[in-house]
């Protein structure tokens, strides 16, 4: 057995995993196609200058760094090679890194293409991204990310209409039990605002975020050992523990921050669109306080989608960033997107068999090879199958028929075209139902119509 193996968080993906990825891709991009969004693509790598900083502390961190070319260890100081001064020595020894996210990347790519996009610009992009994690079940070090973004305009029937996306394309894979939480990043800094933490926000909302894997009672010990006060620690309590429908925690979400205007705008916000997307009929939207999406350039509204039961984490986020440009010189520019978390819904649809069976139809119809004088008769009925519209192959090799046939149900290809000395001298062939263990001998000239019938049953 070959120890030949990819490295820790990536993966080979066979034929049959490849078509049932484009299967989601495929969904994902019509989604967003029939709202007017245009494909774009970045590049795989980009300076750390543009990366740094954008995430968070525990982010950065994750960035997978690209040494430099040559010898790069000349322009480093021998002295923090000695003290093993990480950051100082990566400085210098590292200028790029991949892309750890596709929102950065679009919101470089608006700012060097400004005068070529019209705004409000909305993009999808389709590309894998890297992060330097530990690998475990549902998470990789390589994986796929499907955004959409609307940048150019603060609308709130932006987030209403990527909202309506995320319910759509669940639906269309069969996902019928996803929830999709919903929360405004402003009500966070209202939180904070009323302890009186407003400089330390992100801390804040990093370990809020951890809520649904350590629980309330270690989010709180690890606010403490972060020095928040007993009496912010009690505020947050209640906060963690608002409970009820839609209507009912926006009350208490008011009662509790009736002190914090911004706090009031985050719950008046998430009221409007809540009435947006009754109109328009999203399915399985809550509102979740607690939910905190640990990345430092949301500002307003942010939403999460999970499986009601839980069984593999987030399979897509998103949300409101109003800054996210500034760092690159564009000011005012707010924009909202979401992440279709590609790899996980994988995952869930392998769990629960909803792909359908189509996809492992590797091709339509195989025509036996016999022999080589009837190879021109043989490719001839080729190129009329696939003018027809279905895949076709000719056995490479004039093998024995079982060979033929056990290779054929090996690609689980459902049809099978003999056409032997006795049928190129009727101008027929036989046409065989690997599916049912039928066959028929239809004419040449009836091929087109042999094979609209004999597809629609398999």
Same mark, same amino acid.
């Given at each position: 057995?070959?120890?030949?193996?990819?490295?820790?968080?990536?993966?080979?993906?066979?034929?049959?995993?490849?078509?049932?990825?484009?299967?989601?891709?495929?969904?994902?991009?019509?989604?967003?196609?029939?709202?007017?969004?245009?494909?774009?693509?970045?590049?795989?790598?980009?300076?750390?200058?543009?990366?740094?900083?954008?995430?968070?502390?525990?982010?950065? &961190?994750?960035?997978?760094?690209?040494?430099?070319?040559?010898?790069?260890?000349?322009?480093?100081?021998?002295?923090?090679?000695?003290e093993k001064?990480?950051?100082?020595?990566?400085?210098?020894?590292?200028?790029?890194?991949?892309?750890?996210?596709?929102?950065?990347?679009?919101?470089?790519?608006?700012?060097?293409?400004?005068?070529?996009?019209?705004?409000?610009?909305?993009?999808?992009?389709?590309?894998?991204?890297w &992060?330097?994690?530990?690998?475990?079940?549902g998470?990789? &070090?390589?994986?796929?990310?499907?955004?959409?973004?609307?940048?150019?305009?603060?609308?709130?029937?932006?987030?209403?209409?990527?909202?309506?996306i995320?319910?759509?394309?669940?639906?269309?894979?069969?996902?019928?039990?996803?929830?999709?939480?919903?929360?405004?990043?402003?009500?966070?800094?209202?939180?904070?605002?009323?302890?009186?933490?407003?400089?330390?926000?992100t801390?804040?909302?990093?370990?809020i975020?951890?809520?649904?894997?350590?629980?309330?009672?270690?989010?709180?010990?690890?606010?403490?050992?972060?020095?928040?006060d007993d009496?912010?620690?009690?505020?947050?309590k209640?906060?963690?523990?608002?409970?009820?429908?839609?209507?009912a925690?926006?009350?208490?979400?008011?009662?509790?921050?009736?002190?914090?205007?911004?706090?009031?705008?985050?719950?008046?916000?998430?009221?409007?669109?809540?009435?947006?997307?009754?109109?328009?009929?999203?399915?399985?939207?809550?509102?979740?306080?607690?939910?905190?999406?640990?990345?430092?350039?949301?500002?307003?509204?942010?939403?999460?989608?999970?499986?009601l039961?839980?069984?593999?984490?987030?399979?897509?986020?998103?949300?409101?960033?109003?800054?996210?440009?500034?760092?690159?010189?564009?000011?005012?520019?707010?924009?909202?997107?979401?992440?279709?978390?590609?790899? &996980?819904?994988?995952?869930?649809?392998?769990?629960?068999?909803?792909?359908?069976?189509?996809?492992?139809?590797?091709?339509?119809?195989?025509?036996?090879?016999?022999?080589?004088?009837?190879?021109?008769?043989?490719?001839?009925?080729?190129?009329?199958?696939?003018?027809?519209?279905?895949?076709?192959?000719?056995?490479?090799?004039?093998?024995?028929?079982?060979?033929?046939?056990?290779?054929?149900?090996?690609?689980?290809?459902p049809?099978?075209?003999?056409?032997?000395?006795?049928?190129?001298?009727?101008?027929?062939?036989?046409?065989?139902?690997?599916?049912?263990?039928?066959?028929?001998?239809?004419?040449?000239?009836?091929?087109?119509?042999?094979?609209?019938k004999t597809?629609?049953?398999?």
């Open positions: 057995m070959s120890k030949v193996n990819t490295p820790k968080g990536t993966r080979d993906f066979n034929p049959l995993v490849f078509v049932q990825r484009k299967y989601i891709f495929d969904t994902i991009a019509k989604a967003f196609q029939l709202s007017g969004f245009l494909p774009i693509e970045t590049p795989s790598m980009e300076n750390l200058s543009v990366l740094n900083g954008k995430y968070g502390e525990e982010g950065d &961190r994750l960035i997978f760094k690209i040494l430099n070319s040559g010898e790069y260890l000349k322009k480093v100081d021998s002295k923090a090679l000695i001064d990480l950051k100082q020595v990566t400085s210098k020894i590292s200028e790029k890194g991949l892309r750890y996210d596709l929102t950065v990347p679009f919101a470089r790519y608006v700012v060097q293409h400004l005068n070529t996009i019209t705004l409000p610009f909305k993009r999808y992009q389709i590309q894998p991204v &992060r330097a994690e530990r690998p475990q079940k998470r990789y &070090r390589e994986f796929f990310q499907c955004d959409g973004d609307i940048i150019g305009t603060t609308s709130l029937l932006n987030e209403m209409e990527l909202l309506k995320f319910d759509s394309v669940y639906s269309s894979l069969g996902l019928t039990d996803i929830i999709i939480k919903l929360n405004n990043r402003k009500i966070l800094t209202g939180l904070s605002e009323i302890i009186g933490e407003q400089s330390r926000l801390d804040m909302t990093v370990v975020d951890k809520l649904d894997k350590i629980g309330i009672e270690k989010v709180q010990d690890e606010l403490k050992s972060k020095g928040f009496e912010g620690l009690s505020t947050i209640a906060f963690l523990e608002i409970k009820g429908d839609n209507k925690k926006l009350a208490q979400l008011s009662q509790l921050l009736e002190n914090s205007p911004i706090g009031l705008k985050g719950i008046e916000e998430l009221s409007t669109l809540l009435n947006f997307t009754a109109t328009v009929k999203v399915q399985r939207l809550e509102i979740d306080p607690t939910l905190a999406r640990g990345l430092n350039y949301y500002t307003g509204a942010i939403f999460e989608a999970k499986p039961d839980d069984s593999i984490g987030s399979i897509g986020a998103g949300g409101r960033y109003d800054n996210l440009t500034e760092v690159f010189g564009l000011k005012d520019m707010s924009g909202v997107g979401l992440s279709f978390g590609a790899d &996980r819904i994988y995952d869930l649809m392998e769990m629960r068999n909803l792909f359908p069976k189509h996809l492992s139809r590797t091709c339509d119809v195989l025509v036996i090879n016999f022999d080589d004088q009837l190879l021109t008769g043989a490719l001839d009925i080729v190129e009329k199958v696939k003018a027809n519209g279905h895949s076709c192959m000719l056995y490479p090799e004039p093998a024995k028929m079982k060979k033929q046939m056990k290779y054929a149900n090996s690609l689980e290809i049809l099978v075209i003999l056409y032997g000395e006795d049928e190129a001298a009727h101008s027929k062939f036989v046409l065989k139902n690997m599916q049912q263990g039928t066959q028929e001998t239809f004419l040449i000239k009836e091929l087109k119509s042999a094979l609209k597809i629609i049953n398999i």
